[in-house]
Protein backbone atom coordinates (compact mmCIF):
# COMPACT_ATOMS: atom_id res chain seq x y z
CA UNK A 1 0.00 0.00 0.00
CA UNK A 2 3.18 2.60 0.40
CA UNK A 3 6.31 3.05 -1.27
CA UNK A 4 8.09 3.93 2.32
CA UNK A 5 7.70 1.65 5.25
CA UNK A 6 9.47 2.45 8.18
CA UNK A 7 9.53 -0.05 11.18
CA UNK A 8 9.65 1.39 14.87
CA UNK A 9 7.97 -0.89 16.84
CA UNK A 10 10.98 -0.85 19.48
CA UNK A 11 11.57 -3.55 21.78
CA UNK A 12 8.50 -4.64 23.55
CA UNK A 13 10.35 -8.29 25.54
CA UNK A 14 12.78 -9.27 27.47
CA UNK A 15 15.89 -10.91 28.12
CA UNK A 16 15.82 -13.83 29.86
CA UNK A 17 18.76 -14.68 32.38
CA UNK A 18 18.43 -18.29 31.89
CA UNK A 19 18.95 -19.51 35.74
CA UNK A 20 16.54 -22.27 37.80
CA UNK A 21 13.88 -20.53 39.65
CA UNK A 22 13.48 -17.96 37.10
CA UNK A 23 9.59 -18.91 36.86
CA UNK A 24 8.83 -18.71 40.45
CA UNK A 25 6.15 -16.02 41.44
CA UNK A 26 7.21 -12.77 42.37
CA UNK A 27 9.78 -12.57 39.83
CA UNK A 28 8.68 -10.55 37.25
CA UNK A 29 10.76 -8.41 33.83
CA UNK A 30 11.54 -4.70 34.69
CA UNK A 31 9.77 -3.81 31.86
CA UNK A 32 6.51 -5.25 33.43
CA UNK A 33 6.67 -3.68 36.24
CA UNK A 34 6.97 0.00 34.23
CA UNK A 35 4.03 -0.90 32.48
CA UNK A 36 2.44 -2.08 35.39
CA UNK A 37 3.04 1.80 36.78
CA UNK A 38 2.61 3.30 33.89
CA UNK A 39 -1.13 1.75 33.18
CA UNK A 40 -0.13 -0.15 29.79
CA UNK A 41 -3.59 -1.65 29.58
CA UNK A 42 -2.34 -5.37 29.15
CA UNK A 43 -0.51 -5.31 32.76
CA UNK A 44 -3.20 -3.10 34.54
CA UNK A 45 -3.69 -6.44 36.44
CA UNK A 46 -0.49 -7.38 36.85
CA UNK A 47 -0.62 -6.76 40.38
CA UNK A 48 3.22 -7.38 42.05
CA UNK A 49 2.81 -8.23 46.00
CA UNK A 50 4.82 -4.94 47.59
CA UNK A 51 2.91 -6.17 50.82
CA UNK A 52 4.16 -9.74 52.35
CA UNK A 53 8.11 -8.63 52.02
CA UNK A 54 10.58 -5.48 52.72
CA UNK A 55 12.91 -6.54 50.22
CA UNK A 56 13.12 -6.18 46.61
CA UNK A 57 15.91 -7.19 44.55
CA UNK A 58 16.70 -5.14 41.26
CA UNK A 59 18.45 -7.80 38.85
CA UNK A 60 21.07 -5.25 36.38
CA UNK A 61 22.64 -1.59 37.02
CA UNK A 62 21.33 0.19 34.43
CA UNK A 63 18.60 3.09 34.07
CA UNK A 64 15.57 1.05 33.94
CA UNK A 65 17.14 -0.53 37.26
CA UNK A 66 17.33 3.07 38.88
CA UNK A 67 14.27 3.99 37.63
CA UNK A 68 11.89 0.99 39.16
CA UNK A 69 14.39 1.16 42.38
CA UNK A 70 13.35 4.53 42.76
CA UNK A 71 9.48 3.89 42.33
CA UNK A 72 9.44 1.11 44.78
CA UNK A 73 11.78 3.57 47.34
CA UNK A 74 10.20 6.95 47.02
CA UNK A 75 7.62 7.86 49.10
CA UNK A 76 3.82 8.29 47.79
CA UNK A 77 3.19 11.58 48.66
CA UNK A 78 5.84 12.81 46.04
CA UNK A 79 4.58 10.42 43.32
CA UNK A 80 0.94 11.30 43.92
CA UNK A 81 1.45 14.48 41.86
CA UNK A 82 2.73 12.66 38.90
CA UNK A 83 1.62 10.74 35.82
CA UNK A 84 1.80 7.24 37.72
CA UNK A 85 -1.80 4.49 36.93
CA UNK A 86 -3.57 5.16 39.69
CA UNK A 87 -3.99 1.42 40.63
CA UNK A 88 -0.02 1.27 41.31
CA UNK A 89 -0.07 4.51 43.47
CA UNK A 90 -2.74 2.41 45.61
CA UNK A 91 -0.74 -0.56 45.57
CA UNK A 92 2.60 1.78 46.43
CA UNK A 93 0.67 3.18 49.56
CA UNK A 94 0.06 0.15 51.17
CA UNK A 95 3.72 -1.37 49.82
CA UNK A 96 5.87 -2.74 53.21
CA UNK A 97 9.20 -2.59 50.83
CA UNK A 98 12.13 -0.47 52.73
CA UNK A 99 14.93 -2.31 51.32
CA UNK A 100 16.16 -2.56 47.45
CA UNK A 101 19.19 -4.46 46.56
CA UNK A 102 20.60 -3.09 42.59
CA UNK A 103 22.72 -6.16 41.97
CA UNK A 104 25.29 -5.69 38.85
CA UNK A 105 27.71 -8.19 37.63
CA UNK A 106 30.35 -6.16 37.11
CA UNK A 107 31.39 -3.26 39.18
CA UNK A 108 31.49 0.83 39.74
CA UNK A 109 33.25 1.53 36.99
CA UNK A 110 30.96 -0.10 34.49
CA UNK A 111 27.53 0.40 35.95
CA UNK A 112 25.48 1.00 32.83
CA UNK A 113 23.31 3.82 34.60
CA UNK A 114 24.18 7.65 33.71
CA UNK A 115 25.07 10.19 35.81
CA UNK A 116 21.73 12.28 35.66
CA UNK A 117 19.61 9.40 36.70
CA UNK A 118 21.94 8.04 39.43
CA UNK A 119 22.04 11.71 41.28
CA UNK A 120 18.56 11.45 40.90
CA UNK A 121 18.31 8.10 42.95
CA UNK A 122 21.07 9.35 45.30
CA UNK A 123 19.77 12.65 46.51
CA UNK A 124 16.25 10.71 47.52
CA UNK A 125 15.35 12.96 51.06
CA UNK A 126 14.50 9.40 52.84
CA UNK A 127 16.98 7.02 51.59
CA UNK A 128 20.34 5.80 53.13
CA UNK A 129 22.75 4.78 50.08
CA UNK A 130 24.91 1.37 50.91
CA UNK A 131 28.04 0.80 48.70
CA UNK A 132 30.91 -0.42 49.71
CA UNK A 133 34.11 1.25 49.49
CA UNK A 134 35.73 -1.86 48.84
CA UNK A 135 33.96 -2.57 45.61
CA UNK A 136 35.65 1.27 44.92
CA UNK A 137 38.86 -0.17 44.28
CA UNK A 138 40.53 0.44 40.77
CA UNK A 139 42.41 -1.86 38.40
CA UNK A 140 45.02 -0.27 35.84
CA UNK A 141 42.55 -1.48 33.22
CA UNK A 142 39.73 0.62 35.26
CA UNK A 143 41.60 3.84 35.15
CA UNK A 144 41.97 3.31 31.73
CA UNK A 145 38.35 2.63 30.79
CA UNK A 146 37.82 6.32 33.45
CA UNK A 147 39.81 8.04 31.39
CA UNK A 148 38.24 7.19 28.03
CA UNK A 149 34.56 7.90 29.00
CA UNK A 150 33.17 10.90 30.76
CA UNK A 151 30.09 9.53 31.69
CA UNK A 152 31.40 6.63 33.76
CA UNK A 153 33.63 8.96 35.46
CA UNK A 154 30.75 11.00 36.82
CA UNK A 155 29.00 7.47 37.70
CA UNK A 156 32.14 6.09 39.33
CA UNK A 157 32.19 10.07 41.31
CA UNK A 158 28.99 9.63 42.39
CA UNK A 159 29.66 5.93 43.68
CA UNK A 160 32.73 7.25 45.40
CA UNK A 161 31.35 10.29 47.23
CA UNK A 162 28.47 8.23 48.29
CA UNK A 163 30.33 5.48 50.10
CA UNK A 164 32.41 7.87 51.67
CA UNK A 165 29.58 10.52 53.21
CA UNK A 166 26.63 8.83 54.21
CA UNK A 167 23.68 11.12 54.14
CA UNK A 168 21.73 11.52 57.80
CA UNK A 169 18.24 10.62 57.83
CA UNK A 170 15.19 11.86 60.43
CA UNK A 171 14.44 8.16 60.97
CA UNK A 172 10.79 8.28 59.69
CA UNK A 173 9.42 5.95 57.16
CA UNK A 174 13.17 5.33 55.83
CA UNK A 175 14.20 3.62 53.59
CA UNK A 176 17.71 1.50 52.29
CA UNK A 177 19.24 0.95 48.86
CA UNK A 178 22.35 -1.28 48.55
CA UNK A 179 24.62 -1.40 45.29
CA UNK A 180 25.96 -5.04 44.88
CA UNK A 181 28.51 -5.09 42.98
CA UNK A 182 30.16 -7.94 41.28
CA UNK A 183 27.57 -10.52 41.94
CA UNK A 184 25.53 -12.23 39.37
CA UNK A 185 22.56 -14.38 39.83
CA UNK A 186 23.06 -18.15 40.02
CA UNK A 187 19.62 -19.76 40.91
CA UNK A 188 16.48 -18.11 42.69
CA UNK A 189 14.70 -20.28 45.43
CA UNK A 190 11.03 -20.83 46.61
CA UNK A 191 10.34 -18.96 50.09
CA UNK A 192 9.78 -21.93 53.04
CA UNK A 193 5.95 -21.06 53.00
CA UNK A 194 4.76 -20.78 49.40
CA UNK A 195 6.33 -21.44 45.75
CA UNK A 196 6.79 -17.54 45.31
CA UNK A 197 9.96 -16.65 45.61
CA UNK A 198 12.25 -16.64 48.90
CA UNK A 199 15.57 -15.21 47.49
CA UNK A 200 17.98 -15.37 44.91
CA UNK A 201 21.53 -16.96 45.11
CA UNK A 202 24.62 -15.16 43.66
CA UNK A 203 27.47 -15.76 42.70
CA UNK A 204 31.03 -13.43 43.33
CA UNK A 205 32.44 -12.38 40.08
CA UNK A 206 35.82 -10.63 38.81
CA UNK A 207 36.44 -9.10 35.60
CA UNK A 208 38.79 -10.85 33.11
CA UNK A 209 39.32 -8.65 29.68
CA UNK A 210 37.79 -10.35 26.63
CA UNK A 211 40.38 -10.69 24.05
CA UNK A 212 38.17 -10.21 20.87
CA UNK A 213 36.18 -7.50 22.09
CA UNK A 214 38.74 -5.82 24.59
CA UNK A 215 35.83 -5.12 27.00
CA UNK A 216 36.11 -6.28 30.78
CA UNK A 217 33.75 -9.42 31.71
CA UNK A 218 32.03 -10.87 34.76
CA UNK A 219 33.69 -14.42 35.33
CA UNK A 220 32.03 -16.38 38.14
CA UNK A 221 34.56 -17.38 41.09
CA UNK A 222 32.95 -20.04 42.59
CA UNK A 223 31.88 -18.22 45.68
CA UNK A 224 28.66 -18.04 46.39
CA UNK A 225 25.78 -15.68 48.69
CA UNK A 226 21.75 -15.54 49.31
CA UNK A 227 19.43 -12.41 49.49
CA UNK A 228 16.09 -13.25 51.08
CA UNK A 229 13.94 -11.58 49.33
CA UNK A 230 9.96 -11.59 48.17
CA UNK A 231 10.14 -9.81 44.48
CA UNK A 232 12.64 -9.73 41.98
CA UNK A 233 12.75 -7.33 38.99
CA UNK A 234 15.12 -8.54 36.04
CA UNK A 235 16.50 -5.14 34.53
CA UNK A 236 18.82 -6.97 32.13
CA UNK A 237 17.66 -5.79 28.99
CA UNK A 238 14.46 -5.58 25.99
CA UNK A 239 13.90 -7.28 23.41
CA UNK A 240 12.64 -6.90 20.16
CA UNK A 241 10.08 -9.42 18.61
CA UNK A 242 10.22 -10.48 15.09
CA UNK A 243 7.00 -9.78 12.59
CA UNK A 244 5.59 -12.90 10.41
CA UNK A 245 7.87 -12.59 6.88
CA UNK A 246 10.01 -9.91 7.97
CA UNK A 247 14.05 -10.75 8.44
CA UNK A 248 15.16 -10.73 12.05
CA UNK A 249 18.40 -11.16 13.75
CA UNK A 250 17.82 -13.41 16.74
CA UNK A 251 21.17 -13.18 18.00
CA UNK A 252 21.13 -9.19 18.51
CA UNK A 253 17.65 -8.71 18.31
CA UNK A 254 17.58 -6.60 15.41
CA UNK A 255 15.96 -5.85 11.78
CA UNK A 256 19.22 -6.36 9.96
CA UNK A 257 19.79 -2.93 8.37
CA UNK A 258 22.31 -0.70 6.82
CA UNK A 259 22.08 2.83 8.28
CA UNK A 260 18.27 1.92 8.29
CA UNK A 261 17.74 0.60 4.93
CA UNK A 262 16.45 -2.89 5.75
CA UNK A 263 18.45 -6.19 4.25
CA UNK A 264 17.24 -9.28 3.36
CA UNK A 265 19.54 -11.49 5.61
CA UNK A 266 21.65 -10.98 8.62
CA UNK A 267 24.54 -12.71 6.55
CA UNK A 268 26.36 -9.65 5.13
CA UNK A 269 27.31 -12.10 2.10
CA UNK A 270 23.98 -13.17 1.34
CA UNK A 271 22.26 -10.13 2.08
CA UNK A 272 20.17 -7.64 -0.64
CA UNK A 273 18.09 -4.32 0.57
CA UNK A 274 14.68 -5.05 1.09
CA UNK A 275 13.63 -2.02 -1.64
CA UNK A 276 11.19 0.66 0.61
CA UNK A 277 11.83 -0.89 3.92
CA UNK A 278 13.65 0.66 6.83
CA UNK A 279 14.19 0.71 10.75
CA UNK A 280 14.55 3.13 13.26
CA UNK A 281 15.12 3.51 17.13
CA UNK A 282 15.60 0.44 19.24
CA UNK A 283 14.54 -2.58 16.72
CA UNK A 284 17.08 -1.01 14.54
CA UNK A 285 20.05 -0.84 16.56
CA UNK A 286 19.03 -2.80 19.58
CA UNK A 287 17.89 -1.34 23.12
CA UNK A 288 20.23 0.87 24.57
CA UNK A 289 20.05 4.62 24.51
CA UNK A 290 18.19 8.02 25.38
CA UNK A 291 15.26 9.67 23.27
CA UNK A 292 18.43 11.93 21.61
CA UNK A 293 20.07 8.59 20.40
CA UNK A 294 16.86 7.52 18.98
CA UNK A 295 16.39 11.27 17.59
CA UNK A 296 19.97 11.05 15.48
CA UNK A 297 18.91 7.27 14.46
CA UNK A 298 16.08 8.75 13.17
CA UNK A 299 17.51 11.21 10.60
CA UNK A 300 20.14 8.56 9.45
CA UNK A 301 17.10 6.59 8.11
CA UNK A 302 15.26 9.61 7.05
CA UNK A 303 18.50 9.97 4.90
CA UNK A 304 18.52 6.68 3.84
CA UNK A 305 15.10 7.37 2.87
CA UNK A 306 15.75 10.99 1.02
CA UNK A 307 18.81 9.14 -0.64
CA UNK A 308 17.14 6.22 -2.34
CA UNK A 309 13.94 8.79 -3.41
CA UNK A 310 16.61 10.61 -5.15
CA UNK A 311 18.00 7.80 -6.92
CA UNK A 312 14.25 6.83 -7.93
CA UNK A 313 14.79 3.30 -6.37
CA UNK A 314 11.29 3.31 -4.32
CA UNK A 315 8.80 5.41 -6.40
CA UNK A 316 8.19 4.22 -9.29
CA UNK A 317 7.96 6.20 -12.32
CA UNK A 318 5.30 3.84 -14.09
CA UNK A 319 2.30 1.88 -12.64
CA UNK A 320 -0.78 3.12 -10.93
CA UNK A 321 -0.07 4.84 -7.51
CA UNK A 322 -0.09 3.25 -4.39
CA UNK A 323 -3.03 2.96 -2.11
CA UNK A 324 -1.61 4.44 0.72
CA UNK A 325 -3.74 5.76 4.02
CA UNK A 326 -7.13 5.21 2.17
CA UNK A 327 -6.59 1.44 1.10
CA UNK A 328 -5.16 1.07 4.72
CA UNK A 329 -8.47 2.56 6.66
CA UNK A 330 -10.39 0.30 3.96
CA UNK A 331 -8.37 -2.87 4.58
CA UNK A 332 -8.72 -2.71 8.46
CA UNK A 333 -12.44 -1.73 8.06
CA UNK A 334 -13.24 -4.54 5.90
CA UNK A 335 -11.72 -6.95 8.66
CA UNK A 336 -13.27 -5.36 11.55
CA UNK A 337 -9.75 -4.15 13.09
CA UNK A 338 -10.52 -1.41 16.00
CA UNK A 339 -7.90 1.26 15.06
CA UNK A 340 -7.67 4.94 16.45
CA UNK A 341 -6.47 7.63 14.37
CA UNK A 342 -5.19 10.81 15.65
CA UNK A 343 -7.88 12.78 16.85
CA UNK A 344 -9.25 9.55 18.86
CA UNK A 345 -5.45 9.62 20.55
CA UNK A 346 -6.34 13.49 21.13
CA UNK A 347 -9.30 12.80 22.67
CA UNK A 348 -7.86 10.59 24.60
CA UNK A 349 -4.67 13.02 25.80
CA UNK A 350 -7.50 15.65 26.47
CA UNK A 351 -9.57 13.19 28.64
CA UNK A 352 -6.30 12.46 30.75
CA UNK A 353 -5.28 15.77 30.93
CA UNK A 354 -9.10 16.56 32.65
CA UNK A 355 -9.25 13.39 34.87
CA UNK A 356 -5.65 14.10 36.32
CA UNK A 357 -6.66 18.23 36.82
CA UNK A 358 -9.25 16.91 39.61
CA UNK A 359 -6.29 15.31 41.39
CA UNK A 360 -3.47 17.61 40.88
CA UNK A 361 -1.45 14.88 38.43
CA UNK A 362 -0.26 16.19 34.78
CA UNK A 363 -2.79 13.15 34.04
CA UNK A 364 -4.55 10.28 34.93
CA UNK A 365 -4.16 7.55 32.63
CA UNK A 366 -6.83 5.17 30.82
CA UNK A 367 -5.96 1.64 31.79
CA UNK A 368 -8.27 -0.53 29.53
CA UNK A 369 -8.52 -1.13 26.22
CA UNK A 370 -12.65 -0.52 26.04
CA UNK A 371 -12.18 2.78 27.42
CA UNK A 372 -9.60 3.85 25.39
CA UNK A 373 -11.91 2.78 22.31
CA UNK A 374 -14.56 4.26 23.87
CA UNK A 375 -13.15 7.70 24.66
CA UNK A 376 -11.20 7.47 21.48
CA UNK A 377 -14.78 7.68 19.75
CA UNK A 378 -16.36 9.60 21.97
CA UNK A 379 -14.87 11.47 23.99
P1 LIG B 1 21.12 -1.32 29.99
O1 LIG B 1 21.51 0.09 30.19
O2 LIG B 1 21.71 -2.04 28.84
O3 LIG B 1 21.47 -2.11 31.36
C1 LIG B 1 21.33 -3.49 31.44
C2 LIG B 1 21.93 -3.99 32.75
O4 LIG B 1 21.71 -5.40 32.82
C3 LIG B 1 23.45 -3.80 32.83
O5 LIG B 1 23.80 -3.54 34.17
C4 LIG B 1 23.98 -5.18 32.38
O6 LIG B 1 25.26 -5.50 32.89
C5 LIG B 1 22.94 -6.09 33.04
N1 LIG B 1 22.86 -7.41 32.43
C6 LIG B 1 22.62 -7.72 31.13
N2 LIG B 1 22.58 -9.06 30.96
C7 LIG B 1 22.82 -9.60 32.19
C8 LIG B 1 22.91 -10.93 32.67
N3 LIG B 1 22.76 -11.96 31.86
N4 LIG B 1 23.15 -11.12 34.00
C9 LIG B 1 23.30 -10.07 34.83
N5 LIG B 1 23.24 -8.77 34.43
C10 LIG B 1 23.00 -8.55 33.13
O7 LIG B 1 19.56 -1.50 29.80
P2 LIG B 1 18.28 -0.78 30.47
O8 LIG B 1 18.50 -0.38 31.86
O9 LIG B 1 17.16 -1.71 30.13
O10 LIG B 1 18.10 0.55 29.60
C11 LIG B 1 17.94 0.51 28.18
C12 LIG B 1 18.30 1.87 27.58
O11 LIG B 1 17.31 2.83 27.93
C13 LIG B 1 19.64 2.39 28.12
O12 LIG B 1 20.37 3.00 27.08
C14 LIG B 1 19.20 3.42 29.14
O13 LIG B 1 20.15 4.46 29.37
C15 LIG B 1 17.92 3.96 28.52
N6 LIG B 1 17.05 4.54 29.56
C16 LIG B 1 17.23 5.86 29.83
C17 LIG B 1 16.46 6.43 30.84
C18 LIG B 1 16.66 7.88 31.14
O14 LIG B 1 17.38 8.55 30.40
N7 LIG B 1 16.09 8.39 32.21
C19 LIG B 1 15.53 5.68 31.55
C20 LIG B 1 15.38 4.33 31.26
C21 LIG B 1 16.17 3.77 30.24
P3 LIG B 1 26.55 -5.45 31.91
O15 LIG B 1 26.89 -4.01 31.77
O16 LIG B 1 27.57 -6.25 32.64
O17 LIG B 1 26.14 -6.07 30.60
Redesign the pocket.
Known amino acids: MYDVVVLAYGAESD?S??VPGEDLRGIHS??EFVWWYNGHPDYCDMSPDLKSTDTAVV?????????VARILLRPTSELETTDIADHALASLRESNIRKVYL????GPV?????A??LREILGMRNLRVHVQEADLVTAPVDEEELKKNRIQRRVYELFSKAATSPRELDGVDDRDLHFMFFR??DRFFPSELSSRVGGVRLEKTCLKENGASGKQ??VGTGEFEDIKCGLVLK????KSLPVDGLPFDERRGVVPNVKGKVLSSDQPEKAIVEQGLYVAG?LKRG?????A?NLYCAEETVASIMEDVKNGLVIPNSGSPKAGREGLLQSLQDRNIPFVQLNGWARIDSKERMLGQFKNKPREKITTWDELLRVATNG
Do not use: F, H
Open positions: RLGARLGQGNVALDVGRRQAACTKEKPVASIGYWPTGIIT
